[in-house]
Nanobody, 117 residues
Framework: QVQLVESGGGLVQPGGSLRLSCAASGIIFSAYDMSWYRQAPGKRRELVALITSSGSTNHGDSVKGRFTISRDNAKNTVYLQMNSLKSEDTAVYYC???????????WGQGTQVTGSS
């Protein structure tokens, strides 16, 4: 059974930091590209950041320079370090795993991030 379990969300003041984690089980983690998506109320889900199975990264324009995605294959975990948080970063953040050959994709249950004073 595949599980992606996100953690680390919460309430943070604008300008603050959070680190999200997504622990994967039931997959060969190193064979998967890992991504973070987010969905704000009334908006479409959007890609925040991607890290490929080989370690290449791509970050969305709205988070470049503030968020950093990374992975630890030994721990089957992907991270999203979020700095200089803004109120507009408020959303449910989802972890996604997609096999590098595109044959399987899995989603986590989501974790709420709220940037508010």
């Amino acid at each position: 059974q595949v599980q992606l379990v996100e953690s680390g969300g919460g309430l943070v003041q604008p300008g603050g930091s959070l680190r999200l984690s997504c622990a994967a089980s039931g997959i060969i983690f190193s064979a998967y590209d890992m991504s973070w998506y987010r969905q704000a109320p009334g908006k479409r889900r959007e890609l925040v950041a991607l890290i490929t199975s080989s370690g290449s990264t791509n970050h969305g324009d709205s988070v470049k320079g503030r968020f950093t995605i990374s992975r630890d294959n030994a721990k089957n975990t992907v991270y999203l370090q979020m700095n200089s948080l803004k109120s507009e970063d408020t959303a449910v953040y989802y972890c996604n795993a997609e096999h590098k050959a595109g044959i399987k994709t899995y989603w986590g249950q989501g974790t709420q991030v709220t940037g508010s004073s």
